[in-house]
């Protein structure tokens, strides 16, 4: 199978073992959409319905989804389908007019950050908060330099996908951008927080000499795009002092890590012991819904706030605000934080058992349920491997994905309602797809 470049674990058209029907359907996708979407597997999945943790295809198989971070509570959750349909048929409108649902939202949403970070901007998506929070930093600074990691993913607008590495050589990187290497343990010598402080001073003092001055380091708290990289809790404070050194500003970006995925924490910043300027959310804040935000201090805000007026016509109106109250009673109420802890844990612990008899299971790297797990050839990392296994488990009737520049690293990531016993159902399909 030819390597798509622009994304790890692509269809290629013209391969893999379709139906006649979902040939024609492929066929008709093209034709309508166009080709800049991709697909996911050899073989791509054709689904028709979900519920809790499985995905079920038009023939009637059952898929255990380890990968879903849109619905993060689980397909289909009935307390969240309940609330959104309810306010639909209620009322249903932006934020121009009074109503009581968008603050509710916005005191529930904030009821879990620090003090410090008290206020909050609607969206559509994780794209479009990281896209405001661009504008609000430039304002805020004056600057217009972004840093970020080698493959890093923010977002598909135009500003951000110019700041998302890993979209491919075929999206160019704005000017005012550059990278820096993830922080990987493996990759960097001594203390790990320092030596990541150090690209980013490095960085900085590459833009002041091109006349730019630093405006944003901003990071996906776990670096899933770059192939998961959480550890040692703490490591990112050194790095977010040396932003503010320079008179930039440290964003967070949680669209993939929050919402308790991490386990224990509401965000992926909590474990590094520090609050971020500004925080960026999106995906699992609807489980399904497009809903997103940004929270901010309001000292951050303020500049931007009294040059110019925002609004966004569905970000922040009362059916999405509805659905995201209900994502965090779920959460709250299923306890999620506890259950992403104890059952991530359970699977990092049957991935290090699996290792011990297969050698092509490299380095993991985890928290809650976010799992890296790198293949490797006698040490080195092997794209080619994943790739298989990944299309192997989708055989399987386990759905994860692959991710990180070489491609190498699995990417797991199941919804937060996981249980034990699917834990051990996704190890032993795994089992059989390292002895295939």
């Known amino acids: 199978m030819k390597r798509d470049e622009t994304m790890v674990n692509a269809y290629v058209p013209g391969q893999g073992n379709l139906s006649p029907q979902d040939q024609a359907l492929v066929a008709r996708r093209q034709r ?231 386990g224990g924490h509401w965000w992926g910043f909590e474990r590094h012991g520090l609050i971020p300027d500004m925080v960026s959310l999106g995906k699992p804040m609807g489980n399904g819904y497009p809903v997103a935000a940004l929270v901010l201090r309001p000292e951050v805000l303020a500049e931007f706030g009294a040059k110019g007026r925002y609004f966004n016509t569905f970000g922040g109106n009362a059916v999405a605000c509805a659905t995201a109250i209900a994502v965090m009673e779920v959460i709250e109420d299923e306890n999620l934080l506890h259950n992403a802890a104890t059952v991530g844990q359970h699977m990092a612990e049957g991935l290090r058992a699996l290792a011990k008899t297969h050698d092509s299971l490299g380095p993991l790297r985890a928290t809650g349920l976010f799992l890296g797990q790198d293949i490797t050839n006698n040490g080195a990392p092997d794209g080619a491997e994943a790739a298989r296994v990944v299309n192997a488990l989708r055989d399987a009737g386990v759905l994860i994905s692959a991710t990180g520049p070489k491609g190498h690293t699995l990417k797991i990531r199941p919804p937060l309602i996981l249980q034990k016993a699917e834990a051990d159902l996704f190890l032993t399909k795994l089992d059989h797809a390292l002895k295939r």
């Open 32 to 262: 309508l959409l166009g080709p800049a979407y991709r697909l996911f597997y050899e073989t791509p999945v054709h689904l028709v319905r979900g519920e809790g943790v499985w995905l079920y295809g038009a023939d009637g198989k059952a898929y255990l989804d380890c990968y879903n971070n849109v619905a993060s509570l689980g397909h289909c959750h009935p307390h969240v389908i309940q609330a959104t349909a309810r306010q639909a048929a209620t009322y249903a409108s932006h934020t121009r007019y009074l109503n009581e649902v968008v603050l509710d939202c916005a005191e529930k949403l904030l009821s879990h950050f620090p003090p410090e970070l008290s206020q909050v901007m609607f969206t559509c998506t994780g794209s479009e908060a990281n896209d405001l929070a661009l504008r609000i930093a430039f304002a805020q600074t004056g600057g217009t330099g972004v840093i970020v990691t080698q493959n890093a993913y923010h977002g598909v607008t135009h500003t951000v996908s110019g700041l998302s590495p890993s979209l491919g050589a075929g999206v160019a990187l704005g000017q005012h951008v550059r990278t820096i290497p993830a922080p990987d343990p493996a990759q960097m010598a001594g203390d790990l927080g320092q030596a990541f402080a150090a690209c980013v001073q490095g960085a900085i003092d590459d833009l002041h000499r091109h006349g730019i001055q630093p405006a944003v380091l901003i990071v996906d708290t776990v670096f899933s795009s770059d192939g998961v990289f959480a550890d040692p809790a703490g490591f990112l404070q050194p790095a977010a002092q040396t932003i503010r050194n320079a008179g930039g500003l440290f964003i967070a970006d949680e669209v993939q890590p929050g919402f308790g995925r991490t």
